[in-house]
Structure formats: structure tokens, C-alpha cells
């Protein structure tokens, strides 16, 4: 762990040269958890779930059980299907680990060809399959969290096919209790069999959460990517009962919508996310033992 902080200073410096490859890896920026998805992905400095995994590997030090969750969503109703599964343990009373999938599959892409009076045809069909296995781990120091989430990241597409790696190093300070404040920096990399490189676009999230009474969260987020503009998400999370909550957020501008309910054990969560392309209903199934 003592290296895990240089790291940290040394990707902040590093994220200004990473614009200048190929953009890839976008599977990987539409989010997890119909918990975080209800509140506009609005998650850096809020996570204290499995999928802190994804949005602040720092955050798995406030999971205090061992905890499985999942997701699942058929993208705009499209036939785009996105799902998630994630496992987190706590490791001594400050560290804690945890392992995590996410995948995206889309089948029946058609694959056309001009015939002979230039009109297009389609000779076959193909698929993609993304898929990025993670493994993460978070340890407290004082008041402070740091961790680390490694991906290891493969994409098929009409016959080609990329292997790579992503790096998410988060960092969550609690120095006051009503007020945590997040920041994770994302970057990664693939190669495909064509002989193209892909460089996913490195970014900075900087997040915050307000607690002005405990059941009520007021989250902001902030993404910093060079080139491009800030990404700015906004949520709100309201628990009616311990078991009952509502949720509301803005995800870059598109109103999100979302619920939760536990039963004992067991959690489910709820979201419902617009787009110009279309709806999207996210389903989560969450349990600790």
C-alpha cells in the first residue's frame, strides 16, 4: 500500500497525455448499480456497496458485511444487454477486497455488402461481446480511504478481437461527517488483433455528498476529461423508512428516476434512465451474508 499513493499523485500528472490515443472502453462509462443510476450516477463519494468496485474503489472500506451485487438492463429496449455482478469482503477492520464483472452483448449486427446495381444487401450476421473482469482493493488510513481497481478488459467485434487493461485509483476523505468527498482517476488501454490500439480517455471524477440529516443525501459529481467539457451528475437519495428510499438525479442533463426497498438480507433496487435513443430500466439484486 505505500506505493499506492505515489501512484495516486503521479496519474493526476499523467492524465493530460492520454487524450492524445484513440477513444475506447465506452461499455465501461455507462455505469453500475440501479442504486447509483437512480441518483445520476452521482456515486464517487457516496459508494459504500460492491459497486464501489466501479465507481470508487475507496468507498469498499465502508462495506462492513461480506456482499454480493448485481445488475441487469436491456440498453433502450434495443437488444443491448448490460449486466453486472460484483462480490466485496471486508479484510480486518480498515482493508477490504473485492471482485467484480461487467459485460455488454449485442447479437444479430447485420453485415451488408453493395450487389451489383449498388443497392446494399446483408451477406451475414455478427455480435460484440465486451467484457472487463475487476478486482479491487481499499485500505483506510485514519480518516482518509485509498484503493485500487484493476480491469482486465476484452472486446469482439466482426471477427477482430482486443485485450487490455484499465487502472481506477479512488481516494474518499471523511474528515467530516456529514460531508465526504470523493476523486477517482480512470484510464486504460487495448490492442486489437487488426494491429490498432485503443486508448480509453483518461479521466477525473471529483465527487462530494451532503447529509444534512441521515436520511436524506444530496450527491454531486464532477468528471474532468482533457479535451472535452465537464460531465456533471446530480442525486438526491431520501429514505422514507430504513427500508424504503426514492431517488432523483441528473446524469449529464437526462432525468433519473429510482427506488430501493431491503427485506432483511436482501436488496432491490430500481431505475429508470432517459435518453435521446430511448428508456432504459435498470434492475439490481443485492445480499449480505
Known amino acids: 500500500m505505500r506505493g499506492l499513493v505515489p501512484a495516486f499523485i503521479a496519474l493526476a500528472f499523467f492524465i493530460p497525455q492520454l487524450a492524445t490515443g484513440a477513444d475506447g472502453g465506452s461499455f465501461l462509462r455507462i455505469g453500475v448499480g440501479a ?7 452521482a456515486f464517487v463519494a457516496l459508494a459504500d456497496d460492491p459497486t464501489a468496485i466501479y465507481w470508487n474503489p475507496a468507498g469498499l472500506v465502508h462495506v462492513k458485511f461480506r456482499e454480493l451485487s448485481s445488475m ?4 433502450f429496449g434495443l437488444g443491448v444487454h448490460y449486466s453486472f455482478l460484483a462480490y466485496s469482503q471486508p479484510w480486518g477492520k480498515q482493508r477490504a477486497w473485492a471482485a467484480g464483472l461487467v459485460t455488454l452483448l449485442l447479437g444479430d449486427i447485420p453485415v451488408t455488402a453493395l450487389e451489383e446495381y449498388g443497392r446494399p444487401v446483408v451477406i451475414r450476421y455478427t455480435a460484440s461481446a465486451e467484457t472487463a473482469l475487476m478486482v479491487a482493493y481499499a485500505q483506510m488510513f485514519f480518516r482518509t480511504s485509498l484503493g485500487v481497481t484493476l480491469k482486465g478488459i476484452r472486446q469482439t467485434l466482426a471477427g477482430a478481437t482486443s485485450l487490455g487493461m484499465g487502472i481506477d ?6 474528515l467530516f461527517p456529514k460531508l465526504p468527498i470523493g476523486m477517482v482517476l480512470r484510464t486504460g488501454f487495448v490492442h486489437w488483433s487488426t494491429g490498432e490500439r485503443s ?4 479521466q477525473m471524477v471529483l465527487g462530494m455528498v451532503y447529509r444534512p440529516f441521515p436520511r436524506l443525501a444530496l450527491a454531486l459529481d464532477a468528471g474532468l476529461q482533457a479535451g472535452r467539457r465537464v460531465e456533471v451528475h446530480t442525486g438526491v437519495e431520501y429514505l422514507i423508512f430504513p427500508q424504503l428510499g426514492l431517488r432523483l438525479g441528473l446524469d449529464r442533463g437526462r432525468l433519473t ?9 436482501f436488496k432491490f433496487d430500481y431505475a429508470i434512465t432517459f435518453h435521446a435513443l430511448g428508456i432504459s430500466h435498470r434492475l439490481s439484486f443485492g445480499t449480505r451474508f
Open 35 to 41: 442504486r447509483a443510476l437512480g441518483m445520476g450516477g
Open 72 to 75: 441487469y438492463t436491456n440498453q
Open 169 to 174: 485509483i479512488g481516494a474518499r476523505l471523511d
Open 199 to 202: 486508448v480509453f480517455p483518461g
Open 257 to 265: 428516476l429510482g427506488t430501493g426497498v431491503a427485506v432483511m438480507r
